[in-house]
Structures are given as structure tokens and as C-alpha cells.
């Protein structure tokens, strides 16, 4: 394990190709960095060995870097790739860049500003502090709270999210999303998989070729609705034009098209 005072701002650039990331966020002014092999076998342990770990002066802070180089000399080899588990501790509200293409993500405690991008893998997120944008070509994104705005990539897989602050822009090819609360205006896009969220002001905007689509109004809202299905049912606890709801509250403008599933609108 590698151990860096790291008073002040915290950037995390954490590039790990195959693997796992497990990164916490705690009260403490000392980053931790522990890198081994997640198999015992001769190539992930080259990985680990061939790894960069640094820490360099940024602005009124520190950036730390880890870059795990590509594995391509040995392949598989026992049905299985070079791979290694990288293992962060660091000072809460450190903001987070993190590329992988095979690794699943998970972080414990409050973070800043967050960017995950990888091809193959899961994203477990507790709480961002900031603004998030988590992409997932092959894996399941589960966030419990951003403060800020949130955007949200699947190509395979669900999405599940606790309360977004801000805005929220999610796209999904094949995978459901469920969201519990979102105070911003909301933007989603599913080819196939169904969605059902839970909003509170602003424009909605809900759009599905494959799948059923489910906005609850928090109550104290008022509401505009405009709905419609291709091929499907729409039904709605409101009226589906026109204003309704408690005068002065704030206003929530859905607007929701489905080409092959149902639509529904309900108060939370």
C-alpha cells in the first residue's frame, strides 16, 4: 500500500483496463493507493508490477494518478485476462475520473464531481457531491444520491438511481431505469426497457420505442401533461392537458411519446 498527504483539492485520474475499482471516501487528509493482482497467475501480476502510481501538484491541491497499461502480450490464458484490483481511500469530496473497459466501479462515501466511463462492467456510486456522468456499455449503474445534475449511458443494462438535484439526461438502449426523485428537468431516451421516475419540477421529456413509461408527480406539483402512444395504453390520475395541482406550487411539464409500450402518470 502507497500512502500521500493530500491536504486540499483531490483530483482522482484512475485508468484500470480489467479489474476492479473500490474507491471510499472518508474523513481523513491521507490517500491510500493498494494495487495487487486480482488473479494469481504470472500476467496480472506484470500488470500490477508495470503500473503508474503519482502524485502531482495541482492548482491549490493534488491530482493523483493510477494508469494500469493495456495487457497484450499474454491474452487469456486459463480462459481468463490479466486483471487487477485497485483499492482507493481519500479525503471526502475528491473529484473522480475513472476509465476502464472491463472492470466494475464501486464507491463508498461522498465524493465531488464524477466521470466513470467503462465498456464492461457495473457502477455502484453512494453519493456524489457535483455533477456525475456515469456510461456503461455492458453493466448495471446504481447511484444513491447526486446533489447536482446527472447523465446516464447504457447500451445493456439497468440503471437505478436514488435522488438526483439537477438535471437528469439518460439514454438506454436495452435496460430499464428507475429514478426515486429527481428536482431538475429530466431528458430520457430508451430503445428497449422500461422507465419509471419520480419528478418534482420542470421540463420532462420522456421517449421510448420499446417499453413502458412511468412519470409520478411529486405531490405539491402542478402538472402539464401531454401523452401519447403508438401502440399502447395511456392513463394518468391527471388530467392530460391543461394545469392541475396546488396553486403556487412548481411546475412540472411532461411530455411523454412511447412507439410500443404504455404510458402512466400518477402523483407520487
Given at each position: 500500500m502507497t500512502a500521500f498527504e493530500t491536504?486540499?483539492?483531490l483530483e482522482l485520474d484512475l485508468r484500470v483496463p480489467v479489474g476492479e475499482v473500490e474507491l471510499e471516501a472518508a474523513e481523513t487528509a491521507t490517500t491510500e493507493v493498494?494495487?495487487?493482482?486480482?488473479?494469481d497467475d504470472d500476467a496480472s501480476r506484470n500488470l500490477a508490477e508495470r503500473a503508474r502510481v503519482e502524485l502531482r501538484p495541482r492548482g491549490e491541491g493534488h491530482e493523483l494518478l493510477v494508469d494500469v497499461p493495456e495487457e497484450r502480450e499474454f491474452g487469456i490464458r486459463f480462459g481468463r485476462?490479466?486483471?487487477?484490483?485497485?483499492?482507493?481511500r481519500c479525503p471526502q469530496g475528491a473529484t473522480v475520473a475513472v476509465?476502464?473497459?472491463?472492470?466494475?466501479?464501486?464507491?463508498?462515501g461522498r465524493f465531488g464531481p464524477a466521470g466513470v466511463r467503462t465498456v464492461s462492467g457495473d457502477i455502484e456510486w453512494e453519493a456524489v457531491d457535483g455533477d456525475g456522468t456515469l456510461e456503461s456499455t455492458s453493466g448495471d449503474i446504481h447511484v444513491e444520491a447526486v446533489s447536482g445534475g446527472l447523465t446516464l449511458k447504457t447500451v445493456s443494462g439497468d440503471a437505478v438511481v436514488g435522488t438526483v438535484g439537477g438535471r437528469l439526461t439518460a439514454q438506454s438502449v436495452s435496460g430499464d431505469l428507475r429514478v426515486d426523485g429527481v428536482d431538475g428537468p429530466v431528458t430520457t431516451k430508451s430503445?428497449?426497457?422500461?422507465?419509471?421516475?419520480?419528478?418534482?419540477e420542470g421540463e420532462v421529456t420522456l421517449e421510448s420505442v420499446s417499453g413502458d413509461l412511468?412519470?409520478?408527480?411529486?405531490?405539491?406539483?402542478?402538472v402539464?401533461?401531454?401523452?401519447?402512444?403508438?401502440?399502447?395504453?395511456v392513463s394518468s390520475e391527471l388530467e392530460l392537458s391543461g394545469v392541475a395541482g396546488e396553486a403556487g406550487g412548481p411546475l412540472v411539464e411532461i411530455r411523454a411519446r412511447s412507439v410500443s409500450g404504455d404510458v402512466k402518470i400518477s402523483r407520487a
Amino acid at each position: 500500500m502507497t500512502a500521500f498527504e493530500t491536504p486540499g483539492r483531490l483530483e482522482l485520474d484512475l485508468r484500470v483496463p480489467v479489474g476492479e475499482v473500490e474507491l471510499e471516501a472518508a474523513e481523513t487528509a491521507t490517500t491510500e493507493v493498494e494495487l495487487e493482482p486480482l488473479h494469481d497467475d504470472d500476467a496480472s501480476r506484470n500488470l500490477a508490477e508495470r503500473a503508474r502510481v503519482e502524485l502531482r501538484p495541482r492548482g491549490e491541491g493534488h491530482e493523483l494518478l493510477v494508469d494500469v497499461p493495456e495487457e497484450r502480450e499474454f491474452g487469456i490464458r486459463f480462459g481468463r485476462k490479466a486483471a487487477v484490483r485497485l483499492r482507493v481511500r481519500c479525503p471526502q469530496g475528491a473529484t473522480v475520473a475513472v476509465k476502464t473497459r472491463s472492470a466494475d466501479v464501486a464507491a463508498r462515501g461522498r465524493f465531488g464531481p464524477a466521470g466513470v466511463r467503462t465498456v464492461s462492467g457495473d457502477i455502484e456510486w453512494e453519493a456524489v457531491d457535483g455533477d456525475g456522468t456515469l456510461e456503461s456499455t455492458s453493466g448495471d449503474i446504481h447511484v444513491e444520491a447526486v446533489s447536482g445534475g446527472l447523465t446516464l449511458k447504457t447500451v445493456s443494462g439497468d440503471a437505478v438511481v436514488g435522488t438526483v438535484g439537477g438535471r437528469l439526461t439518460a439514454q438506454s438502449v436495452s435496460g430499464d431505469l428507475r429514478v426515486d426523485g429527481v428536482d431538475g428537468p429530466v431528458t430520457t431516451k430508451s430503445v428497449s426497457g422500461d422507465q419509471r421516475l419520480t419528478v418534482a419540477e420542470g421540463e420532462v421529456t420522456l421517449e421510448s420505442v420499446s417499453g413502458d413509461l412511468e412519470a409520478r408527480v411529486r405531490r405539491g406539483s402542478r402538472v402539464y401533461v401531454d401523452a401519447a402512444a403508438l401502440s399502447g395504453d395511456v392513463s394518468s390520475e391527471l388530467e392530460l392537458s391543461g394545469v392541475a395541482g396546488e396553486a403556487g406550487g412548481p411546475l412540472v411539464e411532461i411530455r411523454a411519446r412511447s412507439v410500443s409500450g404504455d404510458v402512466k402518470i400518477s402523483r407520487a
